[in-house]
Nanobody, 123 residues
Framework: VQLQASGGGLVQAGGSLRLSCAAS????????VGWFRQAPGKEREFVAA???????DVADVVKGRFTISRDNAKNTVNLQMNSLKPEDTAIYYC??????????????????WGQGTLVTVSS
């Protein structure tokens, strides 16, 4: 399965962006899809996940501002990001996991990664 992340860009603080993770090769709803981000000089961190069965999770640091959803018709998992802050600036990656839901927050639980899309939030 190949993943393509898109939707990044430059936005002012308080603005919104919608990221999309498109899968090719197999239905995306067979996997847990996670969004992670990595800022310069920092480790990759968990942002949100959507399980094959429809469960969702969002990291505390973005809870209330970010929402994850899935579009089966388009074979995508999307990340709606509102009220963006400069500290949200990072490269955002989507990834697929076939592991149990309890591993959703761990990079090691994911086997396929997209190329990343850059989000820059200006103050």
């Amino acid at each position: 399965v190949q993943l393509q992340a898109s939707g990044g860009g430059l936005v002012q603080a308080g603005g919104s962006l919608r990221l999309s993770c498109a899968a090719s090769g197999r239905p995306i709803n067979r996997y847990t899809v996670g969004w992670f981000r990595q800022a310069p000089g920092k480790e990759r961190e968990f942002v949100a996940a959507f399980s094959w069965s429809g469960s969702t999770d969002v990291a505390d640091v973005v809870k209330g501002r970010f929402t994850i959803s899935r579009d089966n018709a388009k074979n995508t998992v999307n990340l709606q990001m509102n009220s963006l802050k400069p500290e949200d600036t990072a490269i955002y990656y989507c990834a697929l996991s076939s592991s149990v839901w309890s591993t959703r927050g761990h990079v090691e639980g994911y086997k396929s990664w997209g190329q990343g899309t850059l989000v820059t939030v200006s103050s």
